[in-house]
C-alpha cells in the first residue's frame, strides 16, 4: 500500500521515538540517584516537556484524553466506567500470573525481588505509606494513563496508519514499553503482567474513545488498593 502522507507518518515516528527515548533515558540516569523514585520523577520531567512542545504546536491533552467531560451523563458514566476498568486490570493480572506460572516463567506464590526492595518500608509505616498512595494518583494515576495510552497510543497510531490494524498495533507497542517500564523491579513477570494490563486498558481507552478519566481512576483506586495491602501486610 502507498504512504498518502509520508511526512506525517515519519514526524510521528521522530517524535514518538524521541519521547520514549528522553523517558527511558532519563530513567536510566535517575536509576543512579533515586532508584525507588526514578520511574514517577523521569514520567513527570517527560510530560513536562511533552506538554511544552505540544503547546509549541497547538496540540492539547484534551484531544488525547483529558478533556472536559459534557453534561451529567457523561459524569455519572464515569464511576461504572472506572469500575470496568478495575476489574480489567484484577483480572488481566491475576489470569496473566497464572498462566506464567502454569508454563513455568514465574512462581505467583514468590514476589520479585526489586518489589521488596523497593516498597519493604510500606509496610506499617503511615507516612511512607500516604507518599506512596500519593504517588499512586499523580505518578500512577495521571502521568502514566497520560504517557502509555494517551501519548503512546495516539503517535503510535499516526506512526502506523491512524485506523483498523493501526490501533491494534499502537496499543500492543503502548503494552510493550508499559510493561518495560516495570521490569527494572519486577522482573520478566511484571513485564509481561504489567504488558497485557497495558494492553486492557489500552483497548479501554479506544472503547471510551479516548477518554482517560475512567483510567486515571481506576488505575490510581489499584494502585492504592495494592499499597494498602503492602501496608497492612495482607497477602494479595
Known amino acids: 500500500m502507498t504512504d498518502t502522507n509520508p511526512p506525517s507518518r515519519v514526524r510521528s515516528l521522530i517524535e514518538l521515538g524521541c519521547v520514549v527515548a528522553f523517558a527511558l533515558i532519563s530513567k536510566l540516569i535517575l536509576d543512579q ?7 514517577p520523577v523521569s ?3 517527560t510530560l513536562v516537556l511533552f506538554s511544552v512542545w505540544m503547546q509549541r504546536r497547538g496540540e492539547t491533552w484534551s484531544a488525547i484524553g483529558l478533556r472536559p467531560l459534557p453534561g451529567p451523563k457523561a459524569k455519572l ?3 461504572p466506567q472506572a469500575l470496568l476498568v478495575v476489574v480489567a486490570i484484577l483480572a488481566t ?15 505467583v506464590a514468590e514476589q520479585p525481588a526489586g518489589v521488596a526492595e523497593r516498597w519493604g518500608d510500606v509496610r506499617g509505616n503511615l507516612p511512607v505509606y500516604l507518599l506512596w498512595v500519593t504517588l499512586s494518583w499523580v505518578s500512577g494515576g495521571f502521568a502514566e494513563e497520560m504517557f ?9 497510531a499516526r506512526v ?5 490494524a493501526a490501533l491494534v498495533l499502537a496499543v500492543l507497542f503502548a503494552g510493550f514499553v508499559f510493561g518495560y517500564g516495570h521490569f527494572y523491579y519486577q522482573g520478566l513477570r511484571g513485564w509481561v503482567s ?8 489500552g483497548v479501554l481507552y479506544l472503547v471510551y474513545k479516548r477518554n482517560l478519566w475512567p483510567l486515571i481512576i481506576a ?7 495494592v499499597f494498602t495491602a503492602h501496608y497492612a501486610d495482607l497477602d494479595m
Open 219 to 225: 488505575h490510581g483506586l489499584v494502585d492504592t488498593l
Open 160 to 164: 502506523f496508519g491512524g485506523k483498523g
Open 77 to 79: 458514566l464515569i464511576l
Open 43 to 45: 514520567l513527570a520531567l
Open 148 to 156: 502509555f495510552r494517551g501519548v503512546l497510543i495516539t503517535w503510535a
Open 194 to 201: 504489567t504488558g497485557m494490563i497495558g494492553v486492557a486498558l
Open 33 to 39: 540517584y533515586i532508584w525507588k523514585f526514578s520511574g
Open 93 to 107: 493480572g491475576v489470569l496473566t500470573g497464572l498462566a506464567g506460572d502454569a508454563l513455568g516463567l514465574w512462581s
